[in-house]
């Protein structure tokens, strides 16, 4: 079964530093990935999509995809509190992980 | 970026009766559409994918004769879920591909409570 596994966290970073996620998938075959935002309550945003290995940058986000090592992660710069939500990480748009709250305290 | 919009945002049922939710891409033509259920504090899961002019497919485990998926144009899907049971209070997101490799676009969700 297709599985993307990502810590549940909190993660609690303080304003300004660098908030890392982390997300694994289990398909090799997997091609395409998307990082996700939600706040309580609302549907996902789409912050970032990567499908090749090495990093995409966009603004204060950086994609990073290691398809070897079947990792996928997510750098924030200068974290804001209004980055507090949880980060959904997905597999070719349909397999998403549980998603990691990110707490970022001033 | 696409736009899909979906209704109702709440609903409040009797147990027992249907519930019938719209997910329309208000911008672009989505041969694919996809309907989420997420329980508090858990991830997406995928339901089913409606293909338009199509019968959709079901996850395991999704009864299909309990939430029916119609989606009969290119802009709308339909989620119905009949004879609606407490356990079925859930937050039901849909969303929709505009072509192959790209993004999904979500719908702002429907927030399900039967009574």
């Given amino acids: ?106 | 970026g696409a736009v899909v919009s979906q209704h109702p945002s709440r609903v409040i049922c009797k147990s027992g009766t249907s519930v019938k939710i719209e997910c329309r891409s208000l911008d672009f033509q989505a041969t694919t559409m996809f309907w989420y259920r997420q329980f508090p504090k858990q991830s997406l899961m995928l339901m089913a994918t409606s293909n338009e002019g199509s019968k959709a497919t079901y996850e395991q485990g999704v009864e299909k004769d309990k939430f029916l998926i119609n989606h009969a144009s290119l802009t709308l899907s339909t989620l119905t879920v009949t004879s609606a049971h407490p356990e079925d209070s859930s937050f039901y997101i849909c969303s929709a591909v505009p072509t192959m490799n790209t993004e999904a676009f979500f719908g702002q969700g429907t927030r399900l409570t039967v009574v």
């Fill in chain 1, 1 to 106: 079964q297709k599985e993307v596994e990502q810590n549940s966290g909190p993660l609690s970073v303080p304003e300004g530093a660098i908030a890392s996620l982390n997300c694994t998938y289990s398909d090799r075959g997997s091609q395409s990935f998307f990082w996700y935002r939600q706040y309580s309550g609302k549907s996902p945003e789409l912050i970032m999509f990567i499908y090749s290995n090495g990093d995409k940058e966009d603004g204060r986000f950086t994609a990073q995809l290691n398809k070897a090592s079947q990792y996928v992660s997510l750098l924030i710069r200068d974290s804001q509190p209004s980055d507090s939500a949880t980060y959904l990480c997905a597999a070719d748009k349909l397999i998403f992980g549980t998603g990691t709250r990110l707490q970022v305290f001033p």
